[in-house]
């Protein structure tokens, strides 16, 4: 008998922080591992090496999400032979400060790595999924997307749209039987909080303290189950209570 083979996840930003934690979760579930980074080289082999202690695949894709040449480049010949199950799209930066003094660079470079890499690879994966009448794509956006952040107006603006474009792929794409969602993390320990001033943020947190990246992978890996077939166009928020 021969062996079906593992479903395939596409993971964005996965060399570290959430995006590691989605990579090594989904593995963990049976999933083999596509996963994209831009520079973080010796991160990413330490992610791809313990998904293969995991017994899964992983095959390291570094390119800038935000360059769509680079993009195409390096899906366009892999999924001529494989389709991946689910994209999730969860590469992002932030370029913090008031709008007076922000340049337009930081509203480009924002707008881009978060939001109009959506068009690339949301594009790529959905013909690719189409084909196959399944799959799932789910998008990290965050608190700051659903109800703006001062000093973030590039980052809020750049997570709204995604929550904007992913709930109307999920209109595009029920018919394929392809579910589109979003998980919209609050304050999560990883490196892109390290310079926001906790102390003054915690205590407005219902729950009183920041997210972990493991509790915003188990949501994703939820969303990719059979459990949550009937889920598409919504916003799952991960944020200790601190948008009800
Ligand atoms: P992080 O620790 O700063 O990691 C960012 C990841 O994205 C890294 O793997 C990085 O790769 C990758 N990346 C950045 N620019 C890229 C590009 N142009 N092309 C490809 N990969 C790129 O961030 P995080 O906290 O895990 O955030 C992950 C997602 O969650 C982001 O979308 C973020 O907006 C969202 N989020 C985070 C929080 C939070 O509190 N942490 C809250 C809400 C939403 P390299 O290492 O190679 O640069």
Redesign the pocket.
Known sequence: MTQEPSPIALV??????????IATRLAASGYDIWL??????Q??ARVQAEIEALGRRCRLL??????DQEATAALEPLLAAETPFALIH?????RDTLLPMMQRREWDEVM???LN?FFVLGRLLSKAMISRRQGRIVA?????GETGQAGQVN?SAA?AGLIGAAKALARELARRNILVNVV??????????KELPLERMLPLIPLNR??T?AE?AGVVDFLLSPAAGYITGQVLSVNGGLYM
């Open positions: 964005t930003g996965a060399s570290r922080g959430i995006g590691a934690a994209n980074y831009h520079a973080s080289h991160a990413a570094p390119f800038d999400v935000s360059d969860n590469a992002g930066i932030t881009d790595v978060n890499s990290i956006a965050s608190t700051s980052y997570k919209s993390p609050g304050l999560i320990d990883t490196e892109m909080i920041l997210g990246r915003v």
